[in-house]
């Protein structure tokens, strides 16, 4: 991963995993015990999906750029089919407090989306290739007349 993107990531991954951190701490006093362990499953569903997701758009842009958009689109829907699995999966557990763990999960996506739009105003992103040799011309081609 190019530092850039390490950097993109970072910026968005701390503020997420502090409000996870919040998130733990709250529901483990009002849920105790099993409200916690939601809260962070949730939190860690939440960084998870969302930064293989990241990943995956930045590959994307990088390799297909003609398909950035439909694939983020894409994403979407297959980031909602694996929460949908996850829940289904977990239906009616006992292991941990489901209604931390979902107000959790909200919170750590939202947490994220904001970065991530924080992180993507705050870049220095080039419209024009700064790579590209000002000097050269290109060569005619076609009859000299």
Same mark, same amino acid.
């Given at each position: 991963?190019?530092?850039?993107?390490?950097?993109?990531?970072?910026?968005?991954?701390?503020?997420?995993?502090?409000?996870?951190?919040?998130?733990?701490? *709250?529901?483990?006093?009002? =849920?105790?015990?099993?409200?916690? #362990?939601?809260? /962070?499953? &949730?939190?860690? !569903?939440?960084? @998870?999906?969302?930064?293989?997701?990241?990943? *995956?758009?930045?590959?994307? =842009?990088?390799?297909?750029?003609? #398909?950035?958009? /439909?694939? &983020?689109?894409? !994403?979407?829907? @297959?980031?909602?089919?694996?929460?949908?699995?996850?829940?289904?999966?977990?239906?009616?557990?006992?292991?941990?407090?489901?209604? /931390?763990?979902?107000?959790? !999960?909200?919170? @750590?996506?939202?947490?994220?989306?904001?970065?991530?739009?924080?992180?993507?105003?705050?870049?220095?992103?080039?419209?024009?290739?700064?790579?590209?040799?000002?000097?050269?011309?290109?060569?005619?081609?076609?009859?000299?007349?």
């Amino acid at each position: 991963m190019p530092s850039n993107d390490a950097r993109n990531l970072l910026r968005i991954a701390v503020p997420t995993a502090a409000a996870g951190v919040v998130a733990v701490a *709250v529901s483990g006093a009002v =849920a105790g015990g099993k409200g916690a #362990l939601g809260a /962070a499953v &949730g939190v860690l !569903l939440a960084i @998870a999906y969302m930064g293989i997701g990241l990943y *995956v758009l930045q590959w994307t =842009a990088k390799t297909l750029p003609q #398909l950035f958009q /439909a694939m &983020g689109l894409m !994403l979407y829907v @297959a980031q909602l089919l694996l929460v949908m699995l996850f829940l289904a999966v977990f239906k009616g557990t006992t292991l941990f407090n489901t209604r /931390a763990f979902a107000f959790s !999960l909200i919170a @750590a996506t939202v947490v994220w989306m904001a970065a991530q739009t924080r992180a993507h105003l705050k870049a220095k992103i080039f419209y024009v290739d700064p790579d590209s040799h000002e000097g050269e011309k290109p060569e005619k081609t076609g009859h000299p007349s």
